[in-house]
């Protein structure tokens, strides 16, 4: 898991980490232990970091850990441990948030970083290509003389395989937004050409028609991939280089054969809604649609 992924879920545990309880009128003495329910899950999320683990063994022992209800009388002795160790757990965990920010760089503006997942590789040869994709995809782009900007890579996460970029301006990340974005749909679009194929093997009909449709296939891609590019084009550019549609048009392409390797694109989890919603979740691909056939649609009415 990426450092400044871990860095956001402790951010989000931080404030579950509370005691919350009251003293009872009882004998021997208990305490109605009042956030029982979000104390559980704040120390499930921390095990899900598997980080400090000897805490979590004392804590997993104790009776709130396997209820399921929001109020529990505890005992003495497990307040005390509880009052012992969430403050610990707290403070230990506010101190990897700190490092981890101090091993990030603080004068980078977290909204313009945009992350890229590159699959997985084993050798220089893998790494040439997947490097010469990335140069296609966002240099014949990004680096454009019709876009004011640009970016720099600043980091790169080992063993996860995240590229961080930074872009020079929100204009930028947008465009890359918007790139990835579109390039989901061509993905999309050769994935249903993939299944279709698929379908028409197992029918068991002749090789030319097989071969017709993997044509056929080749064509709608190419077809979304055309207009896919043109509305980059007319959205993100000046307009003053028709050719810049070609290249757009392979960056897409480009950027889909990433999707089908297990790559992906996202912005800053500090980004605002706003930019987060023009990037788009492979994972939910099937909810994906081309905003050129949104506007289509609306003209239509």
């Known amino acids: ?39 559980k899950n704040a120390i499930l999320e921390i095990e899900e970091l598997e980080l400090l683990t000897d805490f979590l063994s004392e804590l997993q022992n104790q009776s709130f850990y396997s209820f399921n209800g929001d109020r529990l009388i505890i005992h003495q002795q497990e307040y005390n441990i509880l009052n012992r160790t969430i403050p610990q757990l707290k403070k230990i965990l506010e101190a990897t948030v700190e490092s981890i920010e101090k091993a990030q760089n603080h004068e980078i503006d977290s909204g313009l970083v945009v992350s890229i997942k590159i699959p997985e590789i084993s050798d220089f040869e893998e790494l ?68 279709l194929q698929q379908k028409v093997k197992e029918m068991k009909i002749s090789n030319n028609a097989i071969e017709e449709v993997i044509e056929k296939s080749k064509e709608a891609v190419n077809e979304s991939a055309e207009k896919e590019a043109q509305y980059i084009y007319n959205k993100y550019f000046a307009g003053k280089d028709p050719e810049q549609i070609a290249r757009i048009k392979m960056s897409l392409k480009e950027i889909a054969e990433l999707y089908n390797k297990g790559g992906t694109i996202k912005p800053s989890l500090e980004a605002s809604e706003e930019i987060s919603e023009e990037f788009p979740d492979i994972s939910e691909l099937p909810n994906i649609q081309s905003k050129v056939e949104q506007i289509e649609q609306k003209n239509k009415k």
Do not use: C, Y
């Open 1 to 39: 898991m990426r450092l400044r992924t871990i860095k956001h879920i402790i951010e989000e545990i931080l404030p579950e980490l509370e005691v919350i309880a009251t003293k009872r009128n009882s004998s021997p003495t208990t305490f109605q232990l009042s956030n029982t329910k979000k104390l």
């Open 128 to 195: 040439e290509k997947i490097s010469s994709k990335l140069t296609k995809i966002f240099n014949q782009t990004l680096l454009s003389d019709e876009i004011d900007g640009g970016f720099r890579i600043i980091g790169f996460d080992t063993g996860s395989n995240w590229i961080d970029i930074l872009a020079t301006s929100t204009a930028i990340v947008h465009t890359i937004g918007g790139l990835a974005w579109s390039g989901a749909v061509v993905f999309k679009k050769f994935q249903e050409g993939l299944l």
